[in-house]
Nanobody, 126 residues
Framework: QVQLVESGGGLVQAGGSLRLSCAAS????????MGWFRQCPGKEREFVAA????????FYEDSVKGRFTISRDNAKNTVDLQMNSLEPEDTAVYYC???????????????????WGQGTQVTVAS
């Protein structure tokens, strides 16, 4: 099993930046692709960004391309999400997830992720 703990959320003004971090423990971190998803009240959990096991391949949801950057450190068992130029529409609870998939086409599917953290709130004020 993999335990995931997110941190770094908070309140920021539109145009500002936040860096989310997800710390993993348990099974071998480098065996998992990692993803960030977000969820608003009453809505489905939606894909934000993902990174392959090695960190070579990244994949983003269209609305965050050029603003968000996902990275991982397999030595430290962490995956980060740098969020710049934040917009009020980015307000949500952000979750990191771990997946065994190696298929880039499946990175954005919430069903591919076996393990989830508890989430961290990001609020962007206009």
């Amino acid at each position: 099993q993999v335990q995931l703990v997110e941190s770094g959320g908070g309140l920021v003004q539109a145009g500002g930046s936040l860096r989310l971090s997800c710390a993993a423990s348990g099974r071998t971190f480098s065996n998992y692709a990692m993803g960030w998803f977000r969820q608003c009240p009453g809505k489905e959990r939606e894909f934000v960004a993902a990174i392959s096991r090695s960190g070579i391949t990244t994949f983003y949801e269209d609305s965050v391309k050029g603003r968000f950057t996902i990275s991982r450190d397999n030595a430290k068992n962490t995956v980060d999400l740098q969020m710049n130029s934040l917009e009020p529409e980015d307000t949500a609870v952000y979750y990191c997830g771990a997946s065994r998939t190696t298929l880039i086409a499946r990175f954005s599917s919430v069903d591919e992720y076996y393990y989830w953290g508890q989430g961290t709130q990001v609020t962007v004020a206009s």
